[in-house]
Every structure is written in structure tokens, then in C-alpha cells.
């Protein structure tokens, strides 16, 4: 493709953000799943660390629970792999962008997040 004038590189993906104000702005995406009512503690469980706040829950008696949620857009790379696994395959997840706000604290993107300090721990004391 190279010949033809066209180019591709991969990279990690990474969040558009925008810069308002002096503050960075970061995109919140409205984020549906329609999952079976025995996968519902599998959902919750993965959305924690991502900062998904729950803004709907309907069971419709069926088996099937429709939960609603907004996070931010860094919160789901990586999500939909990891939701596939844990619950073999079975739910629909749905998203659309909704708006930007401020950035929060800082989210995990699954089991290889890291969380790094922003203090300094004091140091050990010396032995005697």
C-alpha cells in the first residue's frame, strides 16, 4: 500500500481530549448493556474501576436486565474484550457519545491498570 500513497501505523489507543477553560476536558460515552440476570454482578464488578456510574436498571422478567451507565470514553478500551470473556459472550453492549466534562481521577482499563501514587510515602524507619 505503501506504492499506492497510503500509509498505516497501530498504536495504543488513546482518548481525544479537549482543552476548555484551562481544564482538560475528557468525552463521556453513554454505555448500554442487555445481559442475563446471573452476569449482572460480572457487569457491576467491571465498571467499578472504570468509573461507570449507574443511571438505569431495568429488569424485565425475562431473565435479561438492561443496565445504562456513563463513562468516560478511556474507561471502555479494553471493556468489550474483557465483558465477552467473563460472561462467554452473552450480552449486547451498546454506546454513543454523549458530552465532555472535566477529567476525573484517574480510571482503570482492566486487570494491567496501574495505579500510581500521587504522594510520596515516607520513608522507613531506620533500624536501631
Known amino acids: 500500500m505503501r506504492r499506492e500513497g497510503f500509509e498505516l501505523t497501530v498504536g495504543k ?50 431473565g435479561w436486565v438492561r443496565m445504562e451507565y456513563l463513562i468516560p470514553a478511556r474507561g471502555l478500551i479494553g471493556f468489550r474484550t474483557e465483558l465477552m470473556t467473563e460472561t462467554r459472550a452473552r450480552p449486547s453492549p451498546t454506546t454513543s457519545s454523549r458530552a465532555t466534562s472535566p477529567g476525573r481521577d484517574r480510571c482503570g ?5 496501574a495505579s500510581w501514587p500521587t504522594a510520596r510515602a515516607p520513608p522507613p524507619p531506620s533500624p536501631s
Open 13 to 62: 489507543p488513546q482518548v481525544v481530549t479537549r482543552e476548555i477553560d484551562g481544564k482538560v476536558h475528557e468525552p463521556i460515552e453513554r454505555l448500554g448493556v442487555h445481559v442475563p440476570e446471573e452476569h449482572l454482578g460480572v457487569v457491576t464488578r467491571l465498571m467499578a474501576p472504570r468509573k461507570g456510574r449507574l443511571q438505569q436498571m431495568v429488569n424485565h422478567g425475562s
Open 109 to 113: 482499563s482492566g486487570p494491567t491498570a
